[in-house]
């Protein structure tokens, strides 16, 4: 998907609803996804995470479980993300991009470092946070990412 589009689509409609938009958590939200999946797989290949951002289904079903079910105003808005019936399943980010949006920024607030504003530092902060020191993803990989597939538009490179 081109990121442009991604970015005024799914990721700024998605953070606005959520009353949670800021130049930050935009940046950061879209370096994840193109970090995860290149803005191409809703799937991983070879793995259980599902969406543009790569979520794995017990980090959602997480989310829910020990975060949202526990804070009713931000559950009702991701709800009212979400576009499928009956209650709130993983394989849904395969297909809904916007909540697979919506549970990636659910998933970074329950990190209690505020998000940087350099994107240098969001990539750290996403190697920290969301792909984890045990993770296969690097900071470099993500700044390869973000430069191939977020400049010059809608963001400027990191050097």
């Not at 297909?95 to 697979?100: N, R, V």
């Not at 597939?149 to 490179?157: D, F, G, R, S, W």
Request: with cysteine.
């Amino acid at each position: 998907m081109d990121a442009v589009v991604f970015q005024t689509t799914i990721v700024k409609p998605v953070l606005v609803a959520m009353g949670n938009w800021t130049e930050a958590s935009e940046m950061l939200l879209m370096g994840t996804a193109a970090q995860e999946s290149q803005l191409i797989y809703t799937h991983q290949i070879g793995g259980p995470a599902l969406g543009y951002f790569q979520m794995e289904p017990a980090t959602h079903d997480d989310c829910w479980t020990n975060y949202l079910n526990f804070r009713a105003s931000l559950r009702a808005k991701v709800l009212a993300i979400r576009t499928a019936s009956g209650p709130p399943q993983a394989t849904d980010m395969e297909t809904d991009p916007k909540y697979a949006a919506a549970m990636a920024r659910v998933r970074y607030m329950r990190v209690p470092a505020s998000i940087p504003t350099s994107p240098r530092d969001i990539a750290a902060y996403w190697k920290l946070y969301y792909n984890t020191p045990l993770g296969a993803g690097t900071v470099s990989g993500f700044i390869a990412s973000w430069n191939k597939l977020l400049t010059p538009h809608p963001y400027a490179p990191i050097s």
